[in-house]
């Protein structure tokens, strides 16, 4: 099976900066969706963006359109959380997260069904103040 490892969590002043990667290994040939997901103290866990490693568009949730970039890192079944003009509202526990897919509408899908995703890193804390 596939297992996720996410790095690159901190501490940092509101309106600053800061860069999450997660590093994949166990993958077979098989195309994935892959992408972030973050949970807060006493809030649902929220889908951040996902893509489909096959092609196609990278698909972000509302909160963090235009402030956050996934990068699809030139390093195989890897990427990149790009964060900028955070907010203390951003805080959170940042998942990465993977599941087999087919098709770039599977990624988009797992953003709301975040049940979707099988694998699951084991988080890094992103706090901003």
């Known amino acids: 099976d596939v297992q996720l490892v996410e790095s690159g969590g901190g501490s940092v002043q509101a309106g600053g900066s800061l860069r999450l990667s997660c590093s994949a290994s166990?993958?077979?040939?098989?195309?994935?969706?892959m992408g972030w997901v973050r949970q807060a103290p006493g809030k649902e866990r929220e889908g951040v963006g996902a893509?489909?490693?096959?092609?196609?568009?990278?698909f972000y949730a509302d909160s963090v359109k235009g402030r956050f970039t996934i990068y699809r890192d030139s390093a195989p079944n890897t990427l990149s959380l790009q964060m900028m003009s955070l907010k203390p509202e951003d805080s959170a526990m940042y998942y990465c997260?993977?599941?087999?897919?087919?098709?770039?509408?599977?990624?988009?899908?797992?953003?709301?069904?975040?049940?979707?995703?099988?694998?699951w890193g084991q988080g890094t804390q992103v706090t901003v103040s």
């Open positions: 893509f489909y490693t096959g092609g196609g568009a990278i």
């Open positions: 997260a993977a599941r087999l897919c087919a098709t770039p509408g599977q990624a988009l899908n797992a953003l709301s069904n975040l049940e979707a995703f099988r694998y």
């Open positions: 166990g993958a077979t040939s098989s195309t994935y969706c």
